[in-house]
Structure formats: structure tokens, C-alpha cells
């Protein structure tokens, strides 16, 4: 349906884990019918979503931000009063784009670049839902529940009573992902966009402790700026005779394919990671990055250990020594595996984006 004037205003981002289920909301919107034009975005112009928004087909205003820093040395300290200061001046603009845009809703996925339009859309009474990606709430999507918005929560177990379940969305083509494993079983290894230091380590001491086997076989994703020292680790591991089917990348660009033909998942346990293999359906090693805020990433895998869907090996103990062992034992019991896999597409939710839709047309009255 054509829209006189803008529908949702949908804001935050900074990282993939942050743009891929706000622009999956978009997508969820368009696809229950309302226009395209009539939904707009609002993000940091350093963040990931000034590149990825346009890509995807929606406008997007931009402010300047930076996050607080978390240390309280000098420079961080200098920094953190930078971010104060833009912080307030991207509030005022935020409460102009609303007062010239008019949106019937605003929508806000969490992270910094949120923050500025969700306060003025409080202040102004302007109907706001945010969705929360993680087990453990993010402080701007707190900040925003305290104020009135309405929650939706990937995770059951939400410390919000009014919050109201709906998964998080994935990309479309996860979605429709018909699950393939390979023959021999294919292990992925995979420490996001960016890479993981200790997983890469984990992966070619596989690598080394593998050599002679031809009943498995790994994928090996190492992250575009590692992938060169990667490759020459890898080339002065090999020797005469070795069997194992061993694939290096630096990015990999079908993760689609990739969930399709994996047998198991090692990987990091971001909330978007989380719900596109539950969506697949995929066993996991999750190896929570020890870097995440408020420990988000821990509190991600140890849900999916609970419901069965995973095991979880800490970033500290991410090394061959204890990742081998765990994925032979796994890898071992078929229908062990088979039981982690029904489990994780019990955890899924490939109707998420939907389910967010029907909320915020409920806060609306739509």
C-alpha cells in the first residue's frame, strides 16, 4: 500500500549484529505491505549501516556518533566526552527528523546509533518498539524499555515481563536454506566478518591433528585480515600424504551454502550467528567472545547449551587441545547429532520478522 508519509523510522546499527535484523525487519515490512519509500532508517555515519542501508534500497539519515568507552584513561576519557557532546546535538537533529518526517512508528534495534531517536521519539510520544538481540538486554534498549518502548526479545528468558518473544529476524536467504550436510561430515569453523585469533589457532591445530583422516572434512574461515598469515601457517603444516579435505578462506560469500552442506558450526555466538544456524537448524561449538558487553555472548550460547542445541567451549579454553576433542566425541554420535539439530531448529524462528511486524501494527493500532 502507498503511504502518505513515512511509516517507520527504524534506527541503531554499528555492527552486522545490529544491521542485519533491522534491515530484516525492513524487508518484513515491505513484505506485508507497506511501501518501500515509506520506511526509513537512521544510523551512525561510521557504522556499518551507512554502507549496508543504501545497499539494501532504503534511505538512511546519518548522525555522528561514537560509543562510550569503557576504560577511564585520559584519551578514553576525552573521547567519552566527544561522545556526550554529539550525543546531545544528534538528539535535537533526531527530534527535528521526527517532527518533519512524522513517522507512525519508530523501531530500534539497539547498539549507540539508536539512542538519540529513540529518547526523542519518548519525548515526543511517538510509538516505539525495540528488539533486543541478545540473552542479556544491550543499556540503550534498557534505557528505551524504562522510557515506554515496547520489547520484543529474541530469548525466552528476558528479565522484561511485558516483552513479548519473537525470535530474531535472519535474512531471507537463510531462511529458505534446504539443509544438505556434506559426505564426508564438514566441520565450519567460522569467527564472523572479521575473523577470530583463537579459533584460527583451534582450526589449524585441527588441521595438524587431522592430517591423515578422510571421514571429515573442514571449511575454514579465517576473516579477510588474517587470511595471508592463515594460508602460510597452513602451507608449512602440510607434508606428503596428508588426506584431510581442508578448505582456507578469508570470506566467505555463501554463507548460505555453507549452512547448507555443514555437518557442525564453530564459531563465535552473537545473537545473529545464533539465530541464523538455529533457523538452518545446524549442531554448534559456541565459543563466546570474551570482549562482548555485559558477557552477552556467554549468555547467548549457554541458552542454546540448555535447550540441547549446542555445546559451549569458553574463549580462554579455545585451543586445539579442548576443541578436538569435543567436536571428534560429537561428530562420533550420529544420533547425537541429530537430536542437537532438531533441537536448534526447535530454537529457531524463520517467521521472527513477522511476528515484530505484528507487534509494531499493534502499537500503532494498524
Not at 104 to 115: H, I, L
Not at 117 to 128: F, I, K
Request: with cysteine; charged share 20%.
Amino acid at each position: 500500500m502507498t503511504q502518505s508519509r513515512v511509516f517507520a523510522l527504524v534506527t541503531g546499527g554499528g555492527t552486522g549484529g545490529h544491521v542485519t535484523p533491522a534491515l530484516a525487519i525492513a524487508d518484513a515490512l515491505v513484505a506485508r505491505g507497506h511501501d518501500r519509500s515509506s520506511i526509513r532508517f537512521v544510523g551512525a555515519a561510521r557504522g556499518l549501516e551507512a554502507r549496508a542501508v543504501p545497499d539494501a534500497g532504503y534511505a538512511i539519515e546519518l548522525l555522528t556518533l561514537d560509543g562510550i568507552q569503557r576504560s577511564f584513561g585520559f584519551h578514553a576519557l576525552v573521547r567519552s566526552a566527544r561522545a556526550v557532546l554529539a550525543f546531545l546535538v544528534a538528539a535535537l537533529r533526531c527530534t527535528g527528523i521526527l517532527r518533519r518526517l512524522r513517522p507512525s512508528v519508530v523501531v530500534g534495534v539497539g547498539g549507540y546509533a539508536s539512542a538519540p531517536l529513540v529518547l526523542a521519539a519518548r519525548l515526543l510520544r511517538v510509538p516505539t518498539v525495540i528488539h533486543e538481540q541478545n540473552a542479556v538486554p544491550g543499556l540503550v534498549n534498557r534505557m528505551a524499555v524504562r522510557v515506554g518502548a515496547r520489547p520484543a526479545v529474541s530469548f525466552a528468558i528476558s528479565r522484561w515481563p511485558q516483552a513479548v518473544d519473537t525470535g530474531n529476524p535472519v535474512r531471507a536467504a537463510v531462511c529458505q536454506v534446504a539443509r544438505n550436510p556434506a559426505s564426508p561430515p564438514m566441520v565450519a569453523i567460522v569467527g564472523g566478518s572479521q575473523g577470530a585469533g583463537r579459533l584460527n589457532d583451534a582450526g589449524l591445530g585441527m588441521y595438524d591433528r587431522w592430517r591423515y583422516r578422510d571421514d571429515v572434512a573442514v571449511r575454514h574461515v579465517t576473516g579477510p585480515k588474517n587470511f595471508d598469515a592463515c594460508t602460510a601457517r597452513l602451507a608449512g603444516l602440510r607434508q606428503p600424504g596428508d588426506r584431510l579435505a581442508y578448505q582456507l578462506v578469508g570470506f566467505e560469500r555463501d554463507m548460505a551454502g555453507l549452512y547448507a552442506s555443514s555437518t557442525l558450526v564453530v564459531c563465535r555466538s552473537g545473537a545473529t550467528t545464533i539465530a541464523e544456524i538455529n533457523t538452518v537448524g545446524i549442531p554448534a561449538v559456541y565459543v563466546p567472545w570474551s570482549g562482548a558487553a555485559q558477557d552477552q555472548q556467554r549468555a547467548n550460547a549457554r541458552a542454546m547449551v540448555q535447550v540441547g542445541a549446542a555445546r559451549m567451549v569458553s574463549d580462554a579454553e579455545c585451543d586445539v587441545a579442548h576443541i578436538a576433542p569435543l567436536v571428534e566425541a560429537i561428530l562420533a554420535d550420529p544420533e547425537g547429532l541429530h537430536v542437537m539439530a532438531q533441537a536448534a531448529q526447535r530454537a529457531g524462528r524463520p517467521d521472527a520478522g513477522a511476528r515484530i511486524v505484528d507487534l509494531i501494527e499493534e502499537c500503532i493500532g494498524g
